[in-house]
């Protein structure tokens, strides 16, 4: 005699279609009612396997972390003296488990002093400001109609976008004040 559960597993896993009665068609109300009983207990196993796999997600997302957090100084460390005593001309080292190693970074920015940097965007860049303006009642009336000035109770925000930020450091080569340009490499593993 075969185990039920194994033939089910079995069966979810290879995707084949489940066991139904031979010449099985809905005729009267018991026969809807085992076709409804089987709808509803596939959702609810569906439902039961989606809030497993998100517990599990989780639980494996912390561990990676503390692993990370825990040894990964070590595991960096060791892959750079075992990548130093191979002649230092690999980034990556395979191990059966996965692979280790560096990753050349893209230049980019990173800010400083926002504060800083929204001065320097004002003179040299403002296109890279973003400005948002709320306003209620009369002032945003006033706003559709007239520029921000006239409205004297509308508040502003002032951001950058780093993405006209980065361009402009890309093709003028040009670093603003409160920034600076990194560009190194990442350590990962896979």
């Not at 279609?17 to 076709?35: I, K």
């Not at 893209?106 to 003179?123: F, K, M, S, Y």
């Not at 409205?151 to 920034?179: F, I, W």
Request: charged share 30%; hydrophobic share 35%; proline share 4%.
């Amino acid at each position: 005699m075969t185990d039920m559960t194994t033939d089910s597993t079995t069966r979810q896993l290879q995707s084949e279609p489940p066991m139904v009665p031979e010449a099985f068609s809905v005729q009267d109300a018991p026969s809807a009612n085992w076709l409804v009983r089987h709808i509803v207990e596939s959702r609810r196993y569906a439902d039961h396997v989606r809030a497993w796999a998100a517990l599990e997600i989780r639980r494996a997302e912390r561990d990676e972390q503390f692993f990370l957090q825990r040894y990964g100084g070590q595991l960096e460390e060791w892959v750079r003296a075992e990548i130093g005593a191979r002649g230092g001309n690999r980034r990556s080292i395979r191990l059966p488990a996965g692979t280790i190693g560096f990753r050349r970074e893209r230049p980019h920015l990173l800010i400083h002093d926002t504060n800083e940097l929204l001065g320097w965007c004002r003179t040299n860049l403002p296109d890279a400001l973003v400005v948002e303006i709320n306003a209620m009642g009369v002032d945003a009336a006033k706003l559709r109609q007239f520029q921000s000035e006239n409205c004297a109770h509308a508040r502003a925000s002032e951001s950058l976008s780093k993405s006209v930020l980065e361009r402009h450091v890309r093709d003028t080569g040009e670093c603003p004040n409160g920034a600076e340009i990194a560009c190194g490499e990442k350590f990962f593993v896979k």
